[in-house]
């Protein structure tokens, strides 16, 4: 397969793991000649072949660590990994300084039904569906949060350190992707985030919010929390049973 820029050199490109997700299947794991002029950043030329580079995470040129400024000279040969869980390649070159000491989430137009899911499970997740990219964008860089999304473009802005493109469409399987993706797996603190809006749950007496509960709900329950942000309501009742229990269904 040969990429085509404006030019008479050539590099070899191949890339690994989930990193194919964004190539046409037929082209998946296959090594990739890619033509070009001047002395284009190796993440520009990247980036030209679909991959957006907060999927990175290792770029081998000859063979030898390098960063996203390394300029393509003529017969490179490139190989391009995606974000190790698994392996520690610390005496390597990562791409970034450091994982997300808490990660934190902002969402695209297209993931509300993620986001609810995100929140119920405890994680701090900006979702709006009148969010611009440029706003997604200026989130993750200034609230060290990772984006997800299922627009491969957006995770092609300069902006963005952290961002994965969610490959599941329902979103009972990417709850289960990003859980995994991130390995966050253990630290589930479900009900600590208000579904609507993301503020943060806490305890109150039942005497602060009487005036806003059912007349069978004040009778029946006794602990009540409160969202800091909206003021929304709640309390351990059936649909906190159902919604726990659909939670544990979901990761099991």
Known sequence: MIMTEPGGKTAVFRFYGELNDFLPLWQSGRE??????????????IEAQGIPHTEVDLILANGEAVGFDYHLGGGDRIAVY??????????????????????????????????????LAGFDTIYRNDLEDAEIAALSATENRVVLTRD??????????????????????????????????????PFLRCLEC????????KAAVWERL??????????????????KVYWKGSHYDRMLAKLKSVLA
């Not at 000649?33 to 993440?43: A, D, E, L, M, Q």
Request: include cysteine; proline fraction near 5%.
């Open 32 to 45: 990739r000649t890619y033509r070009f002029g001047g002395k284009p950043s190796v993440k520009d030329a």
């Open 152 to 189: 491969r473009l957006l995770l092609h802005r300069k902006e963005i350190d952290h961002g994965y493109w969610v490959r599941a469409e329902q979103p009972d399987a990417q709850i289960i992707e990003v859980l995994r993706r991130f390995q966050l797996e253990g630290s589930l603190r």
């Open 198 to 205: 993301n503020g943060r749950i806490q305890a109150v007496e």
């Open 214 to 231: 059912e007349p069978k709900t004040g009778l029946h329950y006794e602990d009540f929390y409160q969202c800091a942000g909206c003021g």
């Open 82 to 119: 995606p974000v190790f869980e698994s392996f520690d390649i610390t005496p390597l070159v990562r791409l970034r300084e450091a994982p997300l000491r808490e990660t934190r989430f902002v969402l695209d137009v297209n993931l509300g039904k993620l986001a609810r899911w995100l929140r």
